[in-house]
């Protein structure tokens, strides 16, 4: 049975509230449902203010959790509701933890990242869950002809689950792009996590992220990050007004 979900519009962006995402994402791989799964934050949503492509992918994902510290704040203070941020790096760890627990059968495909990042993300996985079965990895950076291959690899292959870390949104466009090949599979979009995996890069301190300041770690860490951060604040406005002018029209 799939755990219920309520759905809320942040800007207009849907966004499915459960208290727990990785029972629906193993019901999906027990019945063969496929998936799309976004991970939203503040960034992802006004990008898709402007990109009509984008939001239409969002729109028609079966499942937009609320990764961002920003939705998480929004869906709090202006739709009172109780709702945790859920991390997509979080979701697929638990995910595939549970895969190697739970259901050993599935298979799992890595996608993107820079050269030898995203197989030595699998090669850690497997360290440590010997029973997780992760059938391939793929750079994302390749040639219009490796690309052509990747795609014939996954229509071979068939796995259930694909992480796909190419960025936002490049990575959701591409899932949308190719989800024709693999019907049944849980798509996710994972952004930075084969980096993390790998050992490449760290993630913020536990005491920023529950402060919700994990992106002041980021902005710290790359500083060429600058201008995609001025999304914040204008999130935050356009939030505000917009929810405001929802109630107007009530």
């Known amino acids: ?4 979900s309520k759905v809320f519009s942040v800007l207009g962006i849907p ?7 990785p029972s629906w994402l193993l019901e999906c791989l027990r019945y063969g449902k496929g998936a799309h799964v976004v991970t939203l934050n503040a960034e992802m949503t006004m990008q898709a203010q402007q990109n009509t492509s984008l939001n239409n992918i969002i729109q028609n994902a079966e499942l937009v959790i609320p990764d961002g ?13 109780k709702v945790q941020r ?31 990042v995203t197989a030595q993300a699998a090669n850690d996985w497997q360290q440590k869950i010997p ?50 090949l693999c019907p049944q599979a849980i798509w996710i979009g994972v952004g930075g ?5 790998s050992g490449s890069k760290d993630r913020a301190p536990a005491w920023l992220a529950n402060n919700n ?10 500083p060429w990050r600058w201008r995609r951060m001025l999304a914040l ?9 917009y929810r405001l002018t929802m109630k107007g029209a009530i």
């Open 193 to 197: 996590s084969f980096d993390i995996w």
């Open 213 to 222: 300041l994990e992106w002041l770690y980021r902005l710290y860490k790359e």
């Open 233 to 241: 604040p204008q999130f935050a406005v356009k939030a505000f007004v």
């Open 131 to 180: 029973s997780l079965n992760i059938v391939g990895t793929h750079s994302g950076y390749h040639s219009a002809q490796e690309e052509q291959q990747l795609q014939q690899t996954l229509a071979q292959l068939q796995p259930q689950v694909i992480l796909v870390g190419l960025g936002v949104p490049r990575q959701e466009l591409w899932i949308a792009q190719n989800r024709h």
């Open 69 to 81: 510290a920003g939705v998480v704040m929004y869906l709090r203070w202006l739709c009172w509701q």
């Open 15 to 21: 966004v499915h509230v459960m208290s727990d995402y």
């Open 86 to 116: 859920c991390p997509g790096i979080e979701l697929a760890e638990t995910l595939l933890k549970a895969i190697g627990q739970e259901q050993a059968d599935k298979t799992v495909f890595f996608y993107g990242g820079a050269p030898g």
């Open 1 to 4: 049975m799939f755990p219920s």
